[in-house]
């Protein structure tokens, strides 16, 4: 059974970095195929993709941006991180962590999300 | 960076109607398209993918067509259950992947 889970902050200030951390069960980042990306939504709005860390450590950035964030995983912990530097208030959002594979190229499990507000 | 939109906006439908939502990308994505299902408070669920694939358990009434730039979700017979947001995605050209603005299927 996959399980995603998500941690991290509710609350953050502007211009500090969040770190989320996605916290997963019933495969391994270990094994060829197996990736997992972030992705974020604004309250009432649409799906943002933000990055991605494959099996064998490739990473993707979303182009807008890439000079904030930084994924990391630890396998030995079945965990993916996230940082996002220099928060604003339009950094608010649900974020979400989700599983791809290369074969089922769609995020086939999700997280419940965490919502992260930034304000002062 | 290909820009996905979604039409109509909303949808309104009777529950034992069919409903058919579009998708449309900026250049072609070939086949590498799938199609989420939101209900509030919740994460997106996959349905479809490879344009016309459904993902494990998505049951029969949910249909996907279009290759390209032009695709097509069908929801056949409409349950109280399907009554939601939906999202297109392309992953043929990224990074970025994109998400289309959705369209929200009420009563």
């Known amino acids: 059974q996959v399980t995603l889970r998500e941690s991290g902050p509710a609350l953050v200030k502007p211009t500090q970095t969040l770190t989320l951390t996605c916290t997963f069960s019933?495969?391994?980042?270990?094994?060829?195929?197996?990736?997992v990306s972030w992705i974020r939504q604004p309250p009432g709005k649409a799906l943002e993709w933000l990055a991605r860390?494959?099996?064998?450590?490739?990473?993707y950035y979303s182009t807008s941006l890439k000079t904030r964030l930084t994924i990391s995983k630890d396998t030995s912990k079945n965990q993916v991180v996230l940082t996002m530097t220099n928060m604003d208030p339009v950094d608010t959002a649900t974020y979400y962590c989700?599983?791809?594979?290369?074969?089922?190229?769609?995020?086939?499990?999700w997280g419940q999300g965490t919502l992260v507000t930034v304000s002062s | 960076e290909i820009v996905m939109t979604q039409s109509p906006a909303t949808l309104s439908v009777s529950p034992g109607e069919s409903a058919t939502l579009s998708c449309r990308a900026s250049?072609?994505?070939?086949?590498?398209l799938a199609w989420y299902q939101q209900k509030p408070g919740q994460a997106p669920r996959l349905l479809i993918y490879?344009?016309?694939t459904r993902a494990t358990g998505i049951p029969a009434r949910f249909s996907g067509s279009g290759s390209g730039t032009e695709f097509t979700l069908t929801i056949s017979s409409l349950q109280s259950e399907d009554f939601a947001v939906y999202y297109c995605?392309?992953?043929?050209?990224?990074?970025?992947?994109?998400f289309g603005p959705g369209t929200k299927v009420d009563i």
């Open positions: 989700a599983r791809t594979t290369l074969y089922v190229p769609g995020f086939d499990y």
């Open positions: 019933g495969f391994s980042l270990s094994t060829s195929g197996m990736c």
């Open positions: 860390i494959d099996w064998d450590d490739d990473k």
């Open positions: 250049q072609s994505v070939s086949n590498n």
């Open positions: 490879g344009a016309s």
């Open positions: 995605q392309q992953y043929n050209k990224w990074p970025p992947m994109t």
